[in-house]
């Protein structure tokens, strides 16, 4: 049974960081692409960033370009997500997600590319 546990959320000021991490269990990690997503009640689940099997190659959406970081431990099973800088608008529900095989690529921004999700955690910036 694949697992993806996320942990790390929780409430920040303006200006503080936060660290993500995304725990994977039960498929084989270490080839699949991995990708973070957001969302907001009511609203569509939002592309963060993605990164590839060996961690070498990342993609980030322009809204958080250059304040947050992407990283995975292929030993650990991990993904991580730095968040730095963080704004009032980067207050959401966080999931991370896993492709459905073994991928080469990293661009993978759409929802539909993903077969795995964590249940997900809450990231709130206050003003």
């Known amino acids: 049974q694949v697992q993806l546990v996320e942990s790390g959320g929780g409430l920040v000021q303006a200006g503080g960081s936060l660290r993500l991490s995304c725990a994977a269990s039960?498929?084989?990690?270490?080839?699949?692409?991995m990708g973070w997503f957001r969302q907001a009640p009511g609203k569509e689940r939002e592309f963060v960033s993605t990164?590839?099997?060996?961690?070498?190659?990342?993609y980030y959406a322009d809204s958080v370009k250059g304040r947050f970081t992407l990283s995975r431990d292929n030993a650990k099973n991990t993904v991580y997500l730095q968040m730095n800088s963080l704004k009032p608008e980067d207050t959401d529900v966080y999931y991370c997600?896993?492709?459905?095989?073994?991928?080469?690529?990293?661009?993978?921004?759409?929802?539909?590319?993903?077969?795995?999700w964590g249940q997900g955690t809450q990231v709130t910036v206050s003003s």
């Open positions: 997600a896993a492709t459905p095989y073994p991928a080469g690529g990293y661009r993978y921004i759409r929802p539909d590319e993903y077969a795995y």
């Open positions: 039960g498929l084989s990690f270490s080839s699949r692409a």
């Open positions: 990164i590839n099997y060996s961690g070498a190659s990342t």
